[in-house]
């Protein structure tokens, strides 16, 4: 058989499009890809519920795959380690209650099991708008990165969806946009995005978790975005505070779908 260098094109382009067409409509929609946005996207679409995943980049993992200080590593905690071992993601002792993970196995793994379960993933895509219809968001407004990047003058295309994640890490991107646009005030004890506090390990795990909630009619935060919309520490490369929090923010939701 002969390679016929257009039909590889009708199949991309025809693949593609019928499952973004496929994708116009779902209940739950996460924006990053970073390790929050995959723990959450693997817990909701095991649960058969109808998960996209919108992730800027090229790559999906975020901040993971750079470990700490591009020593790439990671170190969990016995609660991170639990979900890691969910994933079947090896992990080595390190000291009591710290090990570490081959950041590499750990975003590759996730990913993989994520798409697996269902997930529906689209790189490349930024989402630059939501929906919103009598105080509810109901929807996100994409476009290529690329449109975004190169300040292209291009309307972009609408999903519709039950709930949308923030896990868009430290910008909390979703949240900056809904407070910027909407006039209206987040469910936080200010109203707006309070901003990521210092480094302080111990109390910024416990502020992801304890922050991964609904901060706006049909929205919830995971992950970094915790810290910067509910003003809690940043915590640097131990990551057990972000699979917790994606484990968090999918069963939260399921309890409301
Ligand atoms: C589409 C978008 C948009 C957008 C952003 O930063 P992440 O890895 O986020 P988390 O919360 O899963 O993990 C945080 C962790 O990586 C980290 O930074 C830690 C632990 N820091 C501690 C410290 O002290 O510094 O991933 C977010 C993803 C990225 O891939 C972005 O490209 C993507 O979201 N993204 N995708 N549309 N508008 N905004």
Redesign the pocket.
């Known amino acids: 058989m002969k390679l016929d260098d257009v039909l590889i094109s009708k199949a991309i382009i025809e693949r593609f499009s019928a499952k973004l067409v496929d994708c116009l409509e779902s209940d739950v929609a996460v924006?990053?890809?970073?390790?929050?946005?995959l723990v959450a996207a693997y817990y909701l679409a095991r649960a058969g519920k109808r998960v996209i995943l919108?992730?800027?980049?090229t790559a999906?993992?975020?901040?993971?795959w750079g470990g700490g200080m591009m020593f790439n590593q990671i170190v969990v905690q016995q609660y991170g380690k639990a979900i890691l071992d969910d994933f079947d993601v090896r992990t080595e002792p390190f000291a009591e209650g710290y090990y570490t993970a081959d950041s590499i196995e750990a975003v590759s793994t996730i990913c993989s099991k994520a798409v697996k379960a269902g997930a529906r993933v689209f790189n490349l895509?930024?989402?630059?708008d939501v929906m919103l219809s009598e105080g509810r968001v109901t929807g996100l407004v994409l476009n290529w990165s690329a449109v975004m990047t190169a300040g292209l003058h291009v309307d972009p295309l609408t999903i519709r969806t039950g709930f949308v994640i923030d896990?868009?890490?430290?910008?909390a991107?979703?949240a900056t946009l809904i407070e910027r646009k909407s006039g209206e005030k987040l469910d936080t004890p200010t109203g707006v995005v309070i901003g990521e506090r210092p480094?302080c390990a111990e109390a910024?795990e416990r502020a992801t978790v304890e922050n991964t909630r609904e901060f706006f009619p049909g929205v919830f935060a995971?992950?970094?975005?915790c810290n910067a919309i509910f003003g809690g520490p940043?915590?640097?490369?131990?990551?057990g505070g972000?699979l917790m929090?994606?484990k968090k923010v999918a069963e939260l939701i399921m309890q409301r779908a």
Do not use: N, Q
Not at 31 to 37: E, I, K
Not at 54 to 57: D, F, G, P, S, V
Not at 167 to 171: E, Q
Not at 222 to 225: N, Q, T, W, Y
């Open positions: 924006v990053g890809g970073g390790p929050a946005g919108i992730e800027r980049k999906v993992g975020g901040g993971m895509i930024s989402v630059e896990a868009t890490g430290h910008p991107e979703v480094m910024g995971a992950g970094m975005s940043r915590m640097g490369p131990v990551f972000m929090s994606g």
